[in-house]
């Protein structure tokens, strides 16, 4: 059994900032990617930024978040952040984190957060 588990999430002011983190643990979870997702009210879930384990750690990010957004990840471990700055009201979101299991051999991600609520104020 795999568990992702976000934390991190709050209210903060536009413009503001917040640090997301995630941690995927599982007695044999390896993994090959993790990333994070948002889903704005009345809108479909959207990628954010993900990030590999392998191929040097290749990073990941939507246009909308370029420049505003860091995605990083522990040494050891199943971990990752999500930096991000100069929030927008409109970025007000549930904000998913994802794994990707190495070895996988489906498309997309393994396991899923059950999400953090951010706010951003105007």
């Known amino acids: 059994q ?6 991190g999430g709050g209210v903060v002011q536009s413009g503001g900032s917040l640090r997301l983190s995630c941690t995927a643990s599982g007695r ?11 889903q704005a009210p009345g809108r479909e879930r959207e990628i954010v930024a993900s990030i590999r384990w392998v191929g040097g750690g290749a990073t990941y990010y939507a246009d909308p978040v370029k420049g ?8 050891a471990g199943n971990t990752v952040h999500l ?3 100069s ?11 994802a794994a990707k299991r190495a070895g996988s051999g489906r498309s997309g991600y393994d396991y899923w957060g059950p999400g953090t609520q951010d706010t951003v104020s105007s």
């Open 68 to 75: 505003r957004f860091t995605i990083s990840r522990e040494k």
């Open 87 to 97: 929030l927008q009201a409109e970025e007000k979101a549930v904000y998913y984190c």
């Open 83 to 85: 930096q991000m700055n």
């Open 2 to 7: 795999v568990q992702v588990v976000e934390s």
């Open 28 to 38: 044999t979870f390896s993994a090959y990617a993790m990333g994070w997702f948002r």
